[in-house]
Nanobody, 125 residues
């Protein structure tokens, strides 16, 4: 079965850090661009960050630039999202998604081949 699995969510204090992981089973992530999306209660899902497969270029939504870092370890078949200086407005369910780099749509679109089930991130004191 081909699937993505997120882990690493939880409760963090404002200013704290969490590292999310996105692992794949049934396929390797080497050929896929991987993105992180999030959805807060009552809000639409939004793109947070993306890393390409070809040259590992990275992209970030404006509100997380300088605080979040996306990276990939193909040997471990895993993509990470390091989240620092967390804010209450970062509270959301975070999803990872994978797609081949044949799509013409921008990375923040929802055109992805695979989606994970999500992991809850709560930032609160």
């Amino acid at each position: 079965q081909l699937q993505l699995v997120e882990s690493g969510g939880g409760l963090a204090q404002p200013g704290g850090s969490l590292r999310l992981s996105c692992g794949a089973s049934g396929f390797t992530l080497d050929d896929y661009a991987i993105a992180w999306f999030r959805q807060a209660p009552g809000k639409e899902r939004e793109g947070v960050s993306c890393i390409s497969s070809s040259d590992e270029s990275t992209y970030y939504e404006d509100s997380v630039k300088g605080r979040f870092t996306i990276s990939r370890d193909n040997a471990k078949n895993t993509v990470y999202l390091q989240m620092n200086s967390l804010k209450p407005e970062d509270t959301a369910v975070y999803y990872c998604a994978a797609r081949l780099e044949t799509y013409a749509s921008p990375w923040w679109s929802f055109e992805y081949d695979y989606w994970g089930q999500g992991t809850q991130v709560t930032v609160s004191s």
